[in-house]
């Protein structure tokens, strides 16, 4: 049996996207996700996401790494999900909508996501390092040189040496001007760097305004695969109304049995 899928990118990260309202995706079978994600023996995405009916807002977002396994808020497929969602006709520009870490508002103006991400009420302070939760756990540390920094040698071993099995995604920052960075993400699940990591450019946004590097509330992030920009509300160190806004848009569709 033949099913239709789509694929979505924002900012180079991209995902297999498929309409579940029908509930007949076998979203159990870890070893079919992971193919699917594949890149040479499936569509190939950094993970695949569905979109299901929600009995109180406008749809259900469920995520999975590459890997196949489901993982926590994942901010550029957040995106992606609400340019899919209104490709499908179910919103025009506004919605609400339900994921792994509660509900999440977003708007959409020509092909642009606004998405509101989580509060961040708590961020660790290391002697080289912050660790904060945005919807997924992320390290975040400044380096020099970021073009040639070795992310996966250093993310893969940061990953697994310091956070054990469980893991976090590590972000590598340099400072690009008065409020901006660029970010360089080894992603868990994905097990490498991926070309842009939305959790992981607000992550950035707010510890390095925690680290009084930036003084702004609006902050523009650059990744391989582009630009997003970063807003929210600081008050006794505590982030709210945390903004991810960048572009998000559909690659191809297409069919495949499974």
């Known amino acids: 049996m033949q099913h239709t899928f789509y694929k979505y990118q924002g900012t180079g990260n991209d995902f297999v996207m498929i309409d579940n309202r029908s509930k007949l995706f076998p979203k159990e079978n870890i ?23 929600d009995e109180t807002v406008d ?29 499908l006709g179910m919103i025009s520009k506004e919605t609400v909508f339900r994921a792994i870490d509660g509900l999440h508002e977003a708007t959409i103006t020509n092909g642009v996501v606004n ?8 961020i660790v302070v290391k002697p080289s390092s ?16 970021l073009g040639s920094f070795q992310v996966f040698e250093e993310g893969k071993k940061i990953r697994y040496g310091v956070y054990g099995q469980e893991g976090s995604n590590i972000n590598f920052v340099e400072s690009t001007g008065k409020a901006t960075f660029a970010v360089r993400t080894y992603e868990r699940g994905v097990e490498d760097e991926t070309l842009s ?25 650059t ?11 600081e008050e006794f160190n505590k982030y709210s109304n945390v903004r991810l806004i960048g572009p998000a848009k559909q690659v191809f569709k297409g069919e495949m049995s499974w």
């Open 130 to 145: 912050f660790f904060l939760d945005t919807g997924s756990p992320h390290h975040v540390q400044l380096v020099k040189d």
């Open 59 to 87: 749809f259900k977002m469920v995520y999975f790494n590459s890997d196949g396994n489901q993982s926590s808020m994942c901010g550029n497929g957040g995106r992606c999900l609400v340019a899919f969602a209104n490709y």
């Open 223 to 233: 990744t391989k695969g582009g630009a997003l920009q970063v807003m929210f509300l």
């Open 31 to 53: 070893n079919l996700i992971a193919r699917l994600c594949d890149r040479r023996f499936g569509i190939g995405a950094d993970g695949l996401i569905l979109l299901e009916n």
């Open 197 to 221: 990591c939305g959790t992981g450019v607000t992550a950035v946004a707010i510890a390095m305004h925690k680290a009084k590097k930036v003084d702004s509330n609006v902050i523009d992030i």
């Open 115 to 122: 998405l509101k991400m989580n509060n961040v009420d708590e």
